[in-house]
T-cell receptor
Framework: AQKITQTQPGMFVQEKEAVTLDCTYD???????LFWYKQPSSGEMIFLIY??????QNATEGRYSLNFQKARKSANLVISASQLGDSAMYFC??????????FGSGTRLQVQP | DTGVSQDPRHKITKRGQNVTFRCDPI?????LYWYRQTLGQGPEFLTY????????KSRLLSDRFSAERPKGSFSTLEIQRTEQGDSAMYLC??????????FGPGTRLTVT
């Protein structure tokens, strides 16, 4: 079974609008972490936001927020006020315990002027 | 620059040759990870170190792959007898325990 599922291979959004990128996960661990990374065409992976399984509040970092629904095992990324520079691949990832990250297959976001 | 660095950024090699990549993590990070990313996919875990100890290896890491982190600082990833299927981006990341991982720019390997 897939550990991390990103069902949207590609998304379009108009500049200045908000967009939600979906992520569902599968784990039997009680302690885990959820991450979102951005990968522009240059190839580097840029850390955006983190949510711990025990965190009661949804994580926010500037224009990024993570909509964490533990019972549904979803960790969607919300980008508010999209900018042209937000066009990139976005990866959801999970860390179970002290292990390395497991990544989803990514969503390509294109911001249109 | 205090980020994760990788060298080389690009490597083209002929099938059957050996290649070695280097990763220099953020200096205060004791954990170092190697991932492989093929086109259109997310990164896949290969191996990780805590200080100089290699704590986990993925099944993706065949006998032709070896990784070291001799002094708990930089790490090397060697691929022996390269195959065309080894063509990928090799990413290195570092972290403090239970904190986010910071990635380097990657080494893109092309095996011809």
């Amino acid at each position: 079974a897939q550990k991390i599922t990103q069902t949207q291979p590609g998304m379009f959004v108009q500049e200045k609008e908000a967009v939600t990128l979906d992520c569902t996960y599968d784990t039997s661990d009680q302690s885990y972490g959820l991450f979102w990374y951005k990968q522009p065409s240059s190839g580097e992976m840029i850390f955006l936001i983190y949510q711990g399984s025990y965190d009661e509040q949804n994580a926010t970092e500037g224009r990024y927020s993570l909509n964490f629904q533990k019972a549904r095992k979803s960790a969607n990324l919300v980008i508010s006020a999209s900018q042209l520079g937000d066009s990139a691949m976005y990866f959801c990832a999970m860390r179970e315990g002290r292990r390395a990250l497991t990544f989803g297959s990514g969503t390509r976001l294109q911001v249109q002027p | 620059d205090t980020g994760v660095s990788q060298d080389p950024r690009h490597k083209i090699t002929k099938r059957g040759q050996n290649v070695t990549f280097r990763c220099d993590p953020i200096s205060e990070h004791n954990r170092l990870y190697w991932y492989r990313q093929t086109l259109g996919q997310g990164p896949e875990f290969l191996t990780y170190f805590q200080n100089e100890a290699q704590l986990e290896k993925s099944r993706l890491l065949s006998d032709r792959f070896s990784a070291e982190r001799p002094k708990g600082s930089f790490s090397t990833l060697e691929i022996q007898r390269t195959e065309q299927g080894d063509s990928a981006m090799y990413l290195c990341a570092s972290s403090s325990p239970l904190n986010e991982q910071y990635f380097g720019p990657g080494t893109r390997l092309t095996v011809t």
